[in-house]
């Protein structure tokens, strides 16, 4: 989105659903019956691992991404995100990226000549294996 504004002097809301439901086929993930999670925490897949900026960028790269107005975001239960793509929102693009750039970690001097040139994605492992299950109300 921040790169698309920079680009473009247009902001919009992009689909994060459509990448949960759909990058996972630019760099699949294991097989369902593969995926383990750690003990103590619920079973998971697709986007619900922690997904991979490089699938959700690959993605938008190669096939662009729909709006979130158009392709909106749902709670997880209805869509895993391994098995429903939603073909007509994958087939409108309203935003693409040309290319993207990953940075050698713990490399500084890297980072700071990525966030002149454009937006910055930061991936932060978790300390915890998984997160505690928060009850809706």
């Known amino acids: 989105e921040g790169a698309w504004q920079i680009g473009t002097g247009e902001l919009i809301s992009l689909s994060e659903q459509q990448l949960m439901d759909c990058s996972n086929r630019a760099h699949p993930l294991p097989a369902r019956n593969s995926l383990t999670a750690p003990d103590g925490c619920p079973p998971a897949e697709g986007a ?5 900026v490089t699938s959700g960028l690959l993605y938008v790269k190669m096939k662009g991404v729909d709006s979130e107005k158009s392709y909106n975001y749902t709670d997880g239960r209805k869509n895993t995100g391994q098995k429903h793509c939603w073909k007509a929102g994958e087939n ?3 935003a693409t990226i040309d290319n993207y750039t990953e940075v050698q970690p713990g490399s500084e001097p890297q980072l700071q000549a990525a966030v002149r040139l454009a937006p910055v994605a930061v991936v932060r492992p978790s300390p915890k294996p998984c997160l505690p299950k928060q009850d809706k109300d």
């Open 48 to 52: 619900c691992l922690g997904g991979v």
């Open 92 to 94: 409108r693009t309203v």
